[in-house]
Each structure stands twice: as C-alpha cells, then as structure tokens.
C-alpha cells in the first residue's frame, strides 16, 4: 500500500512540475472533426502564461436542410511531455444557433433556436520546427435550450486540428 501511494504521489508531482511551454503567443487553424455535423471549425488559441491558454473554435453548418454556428471558448493547461510534444486538459463552455427548414411535397417545417453547452477537453499535440502545430483532441460536450436541434444533451467531438503559430 506504501508503495502505490508513493507511486502515485510522484507521478501527481512529475505532472505538476512544469517546464517553461513552447507555447506560441498566437496560432490560427482548423479542428476537423464531426461533432453532431460541425465537421470543421475555425480555431485560434490564444498563450496566457507559460502553460495556460485560450482556445476559441467557430464551427458552422450548412447541410440537410440544417444551418447552425457555434461558437466554443476554452481555457487550457498544456504539460509537456518532450520537446514539441505536449498534452493538455481544459474546460470551457458555449453558444450556438440553429435553424432547420424542410420543404416536402405536401408541406413545409422550419424551426430554429439558440442553445448554450459546456464542455471539457483533452489531447496531445507536437510543434513543429517551423510555426506548425498539429493536435488531436477529444472534447465532450453537454447541451441546454437544445430543442429539436439535437436529439440528445451529450455529444462526443474527436478533431484533428491544424494550425499557424505565431
């Protein structure tokens, strides 16, 4: 028993103990992944401290009758784990629109409305030596004032994410 809460108590402290990040002060990409439709989103993280940042993600729909933009602000803890490679954990929330028109042969349905999510974040990602970053991420996401728009509260986002540092 000694054993593992010493084994547990070094690895809590070896992951607290950051080095100085290569985090870059800016950098501007995508995240594709496809998160209930939004399969790309435009992405910026934003450094904050030498381990911490904000990302905000644009997702947008246009598609089975479907049109919907979100918009996703994050905030980010990056540990490294060896040179340009890094993982991160974060939480964050939401806002989004939707609006559904379907027009039938013998009908017509429209319907739209707003809804707001929280959400959480983890993943690795490696920079470049030139001002490239690539990422990959899973982010759970948990839905309030959803409506019709989506059939559940829950949706699971796996995204792989491009971006430019600088």
Do not use: H
Request: no cysteine; proline share 2%.
């Amino acid at each position: 028993m000694k054993n593992i809460f010493l084994l547990a108590s070094l690895v809590i402290g070896l992951s607290f103990s950051t080095q100085a990040q290569n985090i870059s002060k800016n950098a501007l990409g995508l995240r594709l992944g496809d998160n209930d439709g939004f399969g790309g989103e435009l992405s910026y993280q934003r450094k904050l401290s030498d381990n911490n940042r904000l990302e905000l993600d644009l997702g947008w729909r246009n598609s089975n009758n479907v049109d919907a933009v979100k918009l996703v602000g994050l905030y980010q803890r990056v540990w490294n784990i060896d040179g340009g490679f890094n993982w991160y954990a974060g939480v964050g929330g939401g806002l989004g629109t939707w609006s559904y028109d379907y027009k039938g042969n013998d009908y017509y349905y429209d319907d739209s409305g707003s809804y707001a999510l929280i959400a959480g974040d983890i993943g690795i990602e490696y920079n470049f030596d030139i001002p490239i970053q690539l990422s990959l991420d899973f982010r759970p996401e948990m839905y309030f004032n959803s409506d019709a728009f989506r059939e559940n509260n829950f949706g699971p986002d796996i995204a792989l994410g491009i971006r430019f540092r600088f």
